[in-house]
């Protein structure tokens, strides 16, 4: 069993800047490949950024050059830097775990983390 824990988000203006973590037990962290998601209200999660296990990376277009994935395998920790927030960046931020081995497919989610961009 895997367990995330998020942690950073808060309440930022406009321009501003937060780091979220993505603290993971266990010890597939370093094979799998983990995304940060986010969900506004009344909307469907959406991805944001994703980065595999050997740290390609992926962003949605509305964050390309404004956000940032990073992993440390020693921590076991990802992390999303965000810099120039808007407030349409307004949502509860969700850590995923992904790892395929073969015909079985691990999927963890950890319990969000709010972040709030005001204008």
């Known amino acids: 069993q895997v367990q995330l824990v998020e942690s950073g988000g808060g309440l930022v203006h406009t321009g501003g800047s937060l780091r979220l973590s993505c603290a993971a037990s266990?010890?597939?962290?370093?094979?799998?490949?983990m995304g940060w998601y986010r969900q506004a209200p009344g909307k469907q999660r959406e991805l944001v950024a994703i980065i595999t296990s050997g740290g390609s990376t992926t962003y949605a277009d509305s964050v390309k050059g404004r956000f940032t994935i990073s992993r440390d395998n020693a921590k076991n920790t990802v992390y999303l830097q965000m810099n120039s927030l808007k407030p349409e960046d307004t949502a509860v931020y969700y850590c995923?775990?992904?790892?395929?081995?073969?015909?079985?497919?691990?999927?963890?989610w950890g319990q969000g983390t709010q972040v709030t961009v005001s204008s």
């Open positions: 266990g010890s597939i962290f370093s094979i799998s490949t």
């Open positions: 995923n775990l992904d790892l395929q081995i073969g015909p079985h497919v691990l999927d963890y």
